[in-house]
Nanobody, 125 residues
Framework: QLQLVESGGGLVQPGGSLRLSCAAS????????IGWFRQAPGKEREGVSY????????NYADAVKGRFTISRDDTKNTAYLQMTSLKPEDTAVYYC??????????????????WGPGTQVTVSS
């Protein structure tokens, strides 16, 4: 059973950067596609980014394109979300999620069956 744990969240000023990590354990992450989601207070959880098994295909929500970069290192069983030019509206709990082999709609959180507990990101001056 794949287990996921996020880390790297915290408080950062607008314009700053953070790198989130999603560490997998239990089985190899290499057989799982990875998604990053976020949920702000009072809002629904939304898809932020996705990376394919090989890492050759990535997707981003329009709100984060050009600012966030998703990556994976299967030798370390870890996925990452590099976040730059952070804005107050990026404040949320960030979750990584995984699905074995593939999925149809990376933005659909029902597609994923492995989730981490989340890490808080707060962007504020």
């Amino acid at each position: 059973q794949l287990q996921l744990v996020e880390s790297g969240g915290g408080l950062v000023q607008p314009g700053g950067s953070l790198r989130l990590s999603c560490a997998a354990s239990g089985v190899s992450m290499a057989f799982y596609v990875i998604g990053w989601f976020r949920q702000a207070p009072g809002k629904e959880r939304e898809g932020v980014s996705y990376i394919s098994l090989s890492g050759s295909s990535t997707n981003y929500a329009d709100a984060v394109k050009g600012r966030f970069t998703i990556s994976r290192d299967d030798t370390k069983n870890t996925a990452y979300l590099q976040m730059t030019s952070l804005k107050p509206e990026d404040t949320a709990v960030y979750y990584c999620a995984a699905k074995q082999f593939g999925l149809r709609d990376w933005r659909d959180d029902d597609e994923y069956n492995n989730w981490g507990p989340g890490t808080q990101v707060t962007v504020s001056s």
